[in-house]
């Protein structure tokens, strides 16, 4: 039997996190990954260990049609992966539900073909469970997967496919994508993250100086977002982006519950803040007591040094 | 138009869990429990639904144990019109709720569910998506902003770029995410209307749905603990720490 990994381009690149989906459901055995959109079809030929690339060039971005896409052809695989991104959260479930079984959501480790590892509760506890179900429909955390790597040249065949059953109603409108210059925020090797600390949207770009430094992706809490300080999309928690970079520097952020299980898998954390009683220091490698205004061009001033 | 709204009883999310020492699950009993926070969005937006005149009438489902009515007397508080408990000590997962939201859906025919994106004791985010499929409806998951008109709605998605605009016919299924609203709080003179408001029980192995677990759940544990880590004096004394000693700059 064969896994199938719904896939993810942007532009004509193949996202990180799809990499990450794939090199997980390599260990299930062989892989066939599903892209839907025009462009990207060549790149996911030189996914390294794929059997072949399923392509749906006219299907619209639609989890109504992208999930009836998955369920008409399950019958083929025993396993359905995709990265437990907006994307996947969106029609992994849904395909699920078509196929009548159980989806195990935000994997963090594969113990074999039927048993995984996810937590609940906002990271404060790690469910190991094993899935009865005939299909395993699963999204995995790519943090805790390496990407799987793209060869010198296509070599998987690329099939063109479609969805062969009537998809409720519903019509895509458009995206308004943020912009931004920096690392992806859930695949960056150093990410700096502003909280509530920084007070206004305008001290939030004292953290972009140190990010272009270190060539790191900003973040923010929870409450930096609710606050209007920064995007939606920046939000690093249980409610917004996991991300585990090998630095994750929190200035100015208390590090609530939600926010930790965010980003506590990251291999190096640093913690700025005022209060030295902050839950961010207890999880925190190094800590810096003192005001994010001082400390913030002091640490500048130390990497140019 | 009907809204019937989902709503899940949790652990507060204000409160520390606590894996069970025979690492079978997380401390329930004793510990404060509220509505899933999502669900309040939800059931604002219904509320704000129907005081724009989209919505006639707002119907708040939960299914679990007989402790969660209090959950759907905040829920009535807030302003939803009655509440139907579904019945069960059995602990289900998202397939098996979404299968009895379906019987509910069938019965009370709305035009519109909404319900949290996810459920921060479970953290699935999973139930909305399967029951849009098993009503072949479309969705809106993860819903920043709403409006309905003509019979469709349009929502604003939070994507991984941005956020993305789909328009759906209803009938419809949309989850919330933190941005859609601030839920407000019941009043005093509310939370007293609310216990008059009607409340149904229907015991869930009435329904006719298959809720036996797919998922064994082998065990539960606490994460791995991080190393107890060091405070520094100074920006300088940071960053030689992060050069020499964790070498990640």
Redesign the interface.
Known sequence: MTTLVLIEA?GASIKKASLSAVAAARVFGAVDVLLVGAEGAQEAARIEGITRVLHADSTPP???CI?ALIADRAAQYDHIVSAA???G??????????L???????VIEIIDAD?FV????????????????AIKVLTVRNANFEAAKLGETASAPIESVSAAVEI???????????HSDRPELETAR?VISGGRGLKDAENFKLLEPIADR?GAAIGAS?AA??AGFA???MQVG??GKIVAP??YIAVGLSGA??HLAGM?DS????AINMDPEAPI?G???????GDLFE?LP??Q???E? | MKIVVPVKRV?D?NV??R?KADNSG?ETQGVKMSMNPFDEIAVEEAVRLREKGAASEIVVVTIGVAEAQPVLRTAMAMGADRAILVQTEAAL???AV?KLLKTIVDRENPGLVIMGK?A???????????????L????G??A?AVSVENGRI?VT?????????????LP?VVTT???LNEPRYATMPNIMKAKKKPLETIAADTLGVDLA???????????PV??A????????E??G??RDE?K??
């Open positions: 942007e639609l989890a109504e999930a991104t907006a994307y959260k969106n029609i992994l479930p849904r395909a699920a539900g078509l009548d079984v159980q989806p195990i959501t935000e048993t996810r937590p609940i509760y906002a990271g404060n506890a790690l469910a190991t469970v094993r899935s009865r179900d409720p109603d519903a019509r895509f409108v458009g995206i308004a994508l943020t150093v270190l929870r977002v609710d995007p939606n999309e249980q409610t090998d630095l519950i939600q506590k291999r190096v954390i640093v220091f999880v925190a490698d190094y800590g810096l007591v400390v002091q640490l001033a130390a990497l040094a | 652990v999310y520390k869990p894996v997380v997962e998202p397939l979404a996810q921060i004791d479970d953290d699935m985010n999973a139930t909305g998506q399967i029951l849009a499929a098993r072949d409806w479309p969705q998951t993860f920043s349009t998605r939070e994507a991984d770029g941005g956020l993305e605009t789909v328009d759906l016919a419809a995410d933190l941005r677990p797919r998922l064994e759940t082998v065990t539960v544990i606490e994460p991080r190393k880590g060091i405070k520094v004096a100074s920006a300088a940071l960053v720490k992060l964790a990640v700059i």
